[in-house]
């Protein structure tokens, strides 16, 4: 994949393992594969040199996901009785959609051949992405091995008052008339045609994720979160003998898996803190995630991609 339409990415290498990191987009991942003298196998959907040229993290392989996941409705919400209003926050959809610091770039800090950190640092301001009231700091600590690609994200509370907070990552995976995946989930989040959560329940989908055969990506139109996500899920190419395993630590207890029937290239399993709309939504804690940060206080948990062949 060429890179010249953009400043350069960062490489990591580990044998024929590698990983190429996109900071200034968003610190996004651009692309995981294992190279090969027959054609690289990509365990993600690379980024193209368009995406690249564009600075689109919407392009890229996967992006994080701060200080929230997925929508707020409306753009705004309550918290310790104060009223939050992100609708003039750069976003350029209806509800505030996956935070904002894919929507900026991150710095490089510690690296090595197969490892690197990225900071990014939160000041609240009138400017576009900045809207969020709350001063934080966030790392990603990205590890290649020949493994697994490994994502450390960490996160720290700077206000002088609590914080509502979420992370997660935004994957796509290739994407193949056989592309089948197996996952276990209790609940899913059915939605309105605007993808806002209206109850948590039952789904054919969810049996056909835990079954042995999985779940084909074109079996059902979906773009849902689910609740409790035993935090392991497979995407499998079996005409293609491989498959990649991502595996997730806790509180990344929900997942969201977004097969659209009318886009046959997307397919997006995502490990996430926290439900769409998490921070109006009237339900208990285990079944929309999200949590609060006490001034100072810190949250940390890692996620990995095991391919195999």
């Not at 350069?8 to 393992?17: E, H, K, T, V």
């Not at 690296?111 to 992405?129: G, I, K, W």
């Not at 720290?156 to 008339?177: E, Q, V, W």
């Not at 898996?257 to 997006?268: F, I, K, N, T, V």
Request: net charge negative.
């Amino acid at each position: 994949m060429s890179a010249a339409a953009c400043p350069p990415l960062l490489a990591l290498g580990c044998g024929a393992r590698r990983a190429l990191i996109a900071p200034h987009i968003g610190g996004a991942i651009a692309a995981f594969f294992d190279a090969s003298d027959d054609g690289d196998i990509h365990w993600l959907r690379p980024a193209t040199d368009a995406a690249l040229a564009a600075r689109n993290p919407l392009g890229m392989a996967s992006f994080p996901l701060l200080p929230y996941c997925n929508r707020i409705r409306d753009a705004r919400f309550t918290f310790d009785g104060r009223a939050i209003d992100l609708s003039g926050d750069g976003n350029a959809f209806d509800h505030a959609l996956h935070g904002h610091a894919w929507r900026r770039p991150w710095r490089v800090g510690e690296s090595t051949e197969s490892s690197v950190e990225l900071h990014f640092s939160h000041e609240p301001s009138d400017a576009p992405a900045h809207h969020w009231p709350f001063r934080y700091e966030a790392t990603q600590r990205i590890v290649l091995s020949g493994d697994a690609l490994t994502v450390t994200m960490s996160a720290r509370n700077l206000s002088d008052r609590p914080m509502p907070f979420g992370m997660g990552h935004h994957p796509y995976y290739p994407r193949t008339p056989s592309t089948r995946i197996y996952t276990r989930v209790e609940a899913m989040w059915h939605a309105t045609p605007d993808l806002l959560p209206t109850h948590l329940g039952p789904h054919a989908c969810i049996g056909e994720l835990d079954s042995p055969q999985g779940m084909s990506a074109d079996e059902f139109d979906l773009d849902n979160n689910f609740a409790g996500w035993s935090r392991r899920a497979t995407i499998a190419w079996p005409d293609e003998a491989r498959a990649v395993t991502l595996e997730a630590d806790a509180p990344f207890d929900h997942m969201v898996l977004y097969a659209p029937a009318g886009e046959p290239s997307l397919l997006c399993v995502e490990p996430v803190t926290n439900t769409v709309d998490w921070i109006n939504l009237d339900a208990p804690r285990e079944q929309k995630g999200g949590c609060v940060l006490a001034p100072g206080e810190s949250v940390s948990a890692s996620f990995a991609w095991l391919p195999s062949r």
